[in-house]
């Protein structure tokens, strides 16, 4: 035989080594799938007491100012301060249903809605 090689003839067996370290391993092996068990079972209870967040767009809903600024049109209805004239009569549209007088909405908001588009650069 040279040197540095090794036949594995010549390895001895040490069955006994190997059969102590197996229960080892197993107990390694359960105790972090118990721990990992313990850690999702948490981040799933803590996922479901979550509070729900809506994901539907809100209107502006914050106090009016005396003179209808493109800040405040731009809240009231739903769009950037820079929108294109298609925009902001999607969105007048839009608010107008949901406030009409006629279907039991508020004259007032119906007329901040009016005012915002104007103020908007819209036309009515």
């Known amino acids: ?69 493109r800040r405040e049109a731009a809240l009231i209805l739903g769009v950037r301060e820079s929108a294109v004239i298609d925009k902001i009569k999607e969105a007048h549209r839009r608010v107008m249903v949901a406030n009409h007088p006629d279907a039991g909405g508020s004259h007032y908001l119906a007329s901040k809605d009016q005012r915002s588009q104007r103020a908007h650069g819209g036309e009515n």
């Open 1 to 69: 035989m040279a040197l540095g090689v090794m036949d594995f003839k010549d390895q001895p067996l040490d069955n006994e080594r190997r059969s102590s370290e197996s229960p080892l391993v197993i107990g390694a092996t359960v105790a972090a799938a118990a721990w990992s068990g313990k850690f999702l079972i948490g981040a799933w209870q803590a996922f479901k007491a979550r509070p729900v967040v809506p994901r539907v767009k809100r209107f502006y809903n914050g106090g009016f100012e005396q003179e209808m600024t």
